[in-house]
């Protein structure tokens, strides 16, 4: 079967960038060691597919993919971002990183 379930389970984000033929990597945030981690990363050997950048945020009971626009202004050290584009960890799991 080639559809995809909704919500996508990470389990099939493989599947859905090989429908749309692009490389999807989905990284999380660890809130305890302050810091990002990747979750899934493609494993297409193809450079020339476009790569999406998904942030997996989630509790016990449901997760949520929000897309990275930019993956080294999220990464970038708070200090380095300028005053217009702060954002907090814990906008993250409210927001949909539209400052990115």
């Known amino acids: 079967d080639s559809a995809t379930t909704h919500p ?12 749309n033929s692009v490389r999807i990597n989905v990284i999380s945030y660890d809130e305890e ?5 990747p979750v899934l990363v ?5 450079p ?13 009971h449901s997760t ?3 897309l990275v626009k930019s993956l080294d202004a999220l ?3 708070k200090e380095e971002r300028s005053k217009g584009r702060r954002i907090s960890v814990t906008d993250f799991r409210y927001s949909v ?3 990115l």
């Open 97 to 99: 990183l539209s400052l």
């Open 75 to 77: 990464l970038r050290p």
């Open 42 to 46: 493609d494993q297409s050997t193809n």
């Open 33 to 37: 060691n302050k810091e990002f981690f």
């Open 8 to 19: 996508t389970p990470l389990k099939e984000v493989g599947k859905l960038a090989s429908q």
């Open 64 to 66: 949520h993919y929000v």
């Open 48 to 60: 020339s597919l476009p790569v999406i950048t998904l942030l997996l945020l989630g509790g016990e």
